[in-house]
């Protein structure tokens, strides 16, 4: 059970997400503009923002700007919900802090899978872990060593960090500019390419299970283990 705001001005969409997210058990406020949302998030502390492109008022990536940048409210997962086509606010709005995104039309399946997701990952990362099972992928952090079932694979130093920076956001998108920041650090000289040439690499070695890494076009990459059962 868990607080979920949800921003959009579409009263038919609020209505019917607001419908499921509390058939699914959770508490939800409605805000139809950008201003109304901001003032519940404010005031209601949500686990979890899903969150219209396109508001009457303000855009929905000002309105994560805004989020993020407030300490109060800097932590909470945010869902961006995007019409088909609006490739560039998408990633304007990973650039400012979004967590993930569902294209309209989406089905009710789709987003309470992202929102479950999204929810997990939030209770997860309160953790330290050290040592990490995900299914058959097994990682040791302090000792940079990476199972599948019985048999361990050979990853490079980098690699290892790639994964480990996948594993510890997973279930959120991840742009290749933030990935590039994160494990190779700025560098004039190396790309986005650098990004794509050494997921391929990671995803090779991971073999049977390199589906846990899925691109996500134009924007970067998912890392989505299967649920824990
Ligand atoms: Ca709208």
Redesign the pocket.
């Known amino acids: 059970m868990a607080r979920v705001l949800i921003v959009?001005?579409?009263k038919d969409i609020r209505d019917v997400v607001a419908f499921n997210l509390k058939q699914a058990g959770h508490e939800v406020f409605g805000a139809s503009t950008g201003d109304e949302g901001l003032r519940l998030a404010r005031a209601h502390k949500p686990h979890l923002v899903l969150l219209?492109?396109?508001?009457p008022d303000k855009s929905g990536t000002e309105v994560c700007k805004i989020l993020k940048r407030e300490p109060a409210t800097a932590g909470v997962p945010i869902i961006m919900l995007t019409a088909k086509g609006e490739e560039v606010d998408r990633v304007v709005g990973f650039e400012l802090g979004a967590d993930d995104y569902v294209v309209k039309p989406f089905s009710m399946r789709e987003l309470l899978l992202r929102v479950q997701a999204m929810l997990r990952r939030g209770v997860a990362g309160a953790q330290t872990e050290e040592l990490v099972e995900l299914g058959s992928l097994k990682i040791d952090h302090a000792a940079h060593r990476v199972w599948i079932g019985e048999e361990e694979i050979d990853l490079t130093a980098l690699e290892f960090k790639l994964l480990w920076t996948f594993y510890q956001r997973k279930n959120r998108v991840q742009t290749r500019a933030r990935l590039l920041d994160d494990v190779w650090g700025v560098s004039p000289d190396i790309t986005t390419r650098t990004v794509d040439t050494h997921v391929k690499r990671l995803r090779e070695k991971l073999g049977p299970l390199c589906d846990l890494i899925e691109t996500v076009r134009g924007v970067g990459y998912r890392f989505t283990p299967a649920p824990e059962s």
Do not use: T
């Open positions: 959009e001005d579409e219209d492109v396109m508001l």
